[in-house]
Each structure stands twice: as C-alpha cells, then as structure tokens.
C-alpha cells in the first residue's frame, strides 16, 4: 500500500499496490503493522456498506464526540464519490479546514480519516458504493454533524445535490465566526 498524507495532519489516501498476473491482480486494502507504522488507528469496531441510488446524492457530515470518537477508512467499491473531510481537533492549525478526494472503483484509492474528522461525500455516478472500515461502534447519542453548506466551511461540492437526509440537511451552523479570528 501507498500511503500519501494529505494537508491535513494525519489524513492519507491509501493507494494500492497490486500484483498481477493473468487474472488480473491481487493487493492488500488493510495490513495492522503498515497502518500502525504510519501512526494509524488499526482497531476496526464495524465494516459497513453504502448504496446509493443516484449521482449528486449527498451523505454527511458526520462525526462522533468522545469517548467515542472513531477513524474510519473509506473505499469506493462501485461508481465513484467525492470523499469531503473537515478537521475538528480545536487545537489543529487547520481546525475547520477541509480536503475533497474523489475515490472511485476505478482508481481502488481509499482515504483515511483521522478521529475527530467530520467526513461525508457526494456521489459522482449513480449506483454507487462505499465501504467503511470504523475503528469504534456506531453511539448515537455521540453522533454529531455539519451541515454541507455552512458558511464557515466554505465547502464548493462537485454537483448539485440531488438527495440528501433530512438529519445531513438540519445539522446547525457552525455560527458566525469570532472576532479576531481568521475568517
């Protein structure tokens, strides 16, 4: 596996490494040791599986508070998505930030979402899949999220929405930005 680290402290993408032959190739999506050398999480709590019927569909923001918090890694198994992360570790310095990858079947990219990381995507096809590896179980009363088009995030999505939750759409806004901080 390739693990490249992306702008925001301790996200990767994950690209595979495939060995081929005349059936076509063999690569492992998830090793503990490699995951563990890079600082990663390796405990995986749930696997759980996305199907989306339409292109434009949107799923998050979503995130769990402590002592649940939860990394997660993602992979687009048929269609293509655009992955969104936004970082909300307070103490970051690209607290709120954010980072678009597109994962696809195609490319067989996966992306690693450090804890306290709200993460959602966009479907770019219809019929598309993700799977998630989750490194701790689903706690509702934790579950918290951002709502796509807040203003603070200033998150430009790929195409217009074509379905979304009710829960995704009603997630509260962030509130105005303080005085004295960066916008």
């Not at 999506?29 to 050398?37: D, M, N, R, S, W």
């Not at 994962?103 to 450090?114: D, G, K, Q, T």
């Not at 993460?119 to 989750?134: F, H, M, P, R, S």
Request: hydrophobic share 35%; glycine share 6%; aromatic share 10%.
């Amino acid at each position: 596996m390739i693990f490249t680290e992306l702008d925001l402290k301790g996200a990767f993408t994950i690209d595979l490494e495939p060995r081929h032959d005349a059936r076509g190739f063999f690569s492992r999506t998830f090793c503990q040791e490699e995951f563990a050398e890079h600082g990663l999480k390796t405990r995986i709590a749930q696997c759980n599986l996305s199907y989306n019927h339409q292109r434009g569909t949107l799923r998050g923001l979503h995130y769990q508070l402590p002592p649940a918090t939860e990394a997660k890694l993602i992979r687009c198994v048929r269609g293509a998505i655009r992955s969104i992360i936004v970082d909300l570790r307070p103490d970051s310095p690209t607290y709120l930030s954010h980072i678009q990858v597109t994962l696809s079947a195609e490319n067989h990219r996966a992306i690693y979402v450090p804890e306290m990381f709200a993460n959602g995507y966009q479907t770019l096809t219809d019929e598309a899949e993700a799977i998630y590896q989750v490194s701790e179980f689903y706690t509702p009363d934790r579950e918290r999220g951002l709502r796509y088009s807040d203003p603070r995030l200033r998150i430009t999505l790929p195409l217009p929405v074509s379905a979304i939750s009710e829960k995704d759409a009603a997630w509260p806004l962030l509130g105005p930005v303080p005085v004295g901080a960066p916008a």
